[in-house]
């Protein structure tokens, strides 16, 4: 089944350990037998509210194929971490092949273009 999950972790890590956690969610989606189809960074933003004391918070999208299984016990392990504030999980019936505008590898490329 094909699924577009959102995670956000808190606005009080750094970058780098964002990402590292972002990439530990990635392995652990390959490692129960799905398969990443699209992945994005949407940067450090506003939260419309705070959440476990964080007003900022690091933004991670992806498209995967993999059994439902798989957030089950991604779900548990979640609330296992702090620094893990948020995750929205959805059935989709198709992968956009384009990037949005949230990402931030696109903004990047557009501002070396200039």
Known sequence: MLYESVFVFSGQLSPKVAEEKFNQILELIKKSG????K???WGLRSLAYKIKKNSKGYYFMINSDSESKIFTDFNQKI????DFLRFLNIKIKNVDKELSFLDESKSKEKMNEK
């Open 34 to 37: 799905g398969k990443i189809l």
């Open 39 to 41: 992945k994005e960074s």
């Open 79 to 82: 609330k296992q971490d702090d």
